[in-house]
């Protein structure tokens, strides 16, 4: 009968069975134990990573851990969430996913607001859009979006008219009337602030801006207003994770009291929260 027995001691020592027990039940506690959640969330340098080091700080309090990527430049941040390098990013308006996503057919979709910046016309040369000469040279940026967003703001000020019902999508080709006969150059977004010496003028997204010094609220010759449909910038993710539990807390952390005093402190009107 001593062979039945299941007291897990044997002459003084655990049996084999005891020890599968033990290790059992080591290991529960570890499985039970509710890790935090980790994500990795793509921004551009400048102010949306600012932004994101106060969001990470706000989402650690509620258990989500936030690894921040930086890129530098507005193609990079799509193709990385696309493929899964990263699982969400912060640094683009609607139109801007909305082309990229048509293009590639990348399943990214906007699951919140993070902050709003108007586009800006500056000059380092002529104080007012009046100013300008006939065949001044006008940077704009060479993707498809932020051009036919410079585009668009040349033709709200009246330097350039566009094509009849060309809507977002305009390009230096939609242009039908120049009558100040600007010269159009298209430039890498973020490279267009650099070239301002070599330009008479240039439009500026208000990230590159601040990173190149300038002044996006009171230091452009003009800009958009806040009810651009480029004005909002969007938090993204994969469609197939919009509904997750991260998904939430993560545009909970962008929308906090603590990262709108930042942003209003930080940005004085030139980024202004956008929820």
Known sequence: MAAQRVSGRSEGRLTPIAWVVLAALAIV???????????????????HAQILDVVVKVAAQHGLQIQPVEFTDYVIPNEALAQGEIDANAFQHRPYLANQTARTGWKLVAVGNEAAAQMGIFSTRYTSLAALP?????????DPTNGSRALLLLAANHLVHLRDGVGLSASAVDIADNPRHLRIVELDAAQIARSLPDVDAAAVNSNYALQAGLDPVNGAIAKETL??????????VREVDRDKPWVKELVAAYHSDEV????????????????
């Open 260 to 275: 709108r005093a930042f942003i209003d402190e930080k940005f004085k009107g030139a980024y202004i929260p956008a929820w």
């Open 134 to 142: 006939d065949g001044s040279r006008i940077a704009i940026p060479n």
């Open 29 to 47: 506690p570890i499985i039970g134990a509710a890790a935090p959640e980790r994500i990795k969330v793509g921004v551009t340098a400048g102010p």
């Open 227 to 236: 009810d651009s449909p480029y004005a909002v910038n969007v938090i993204a």
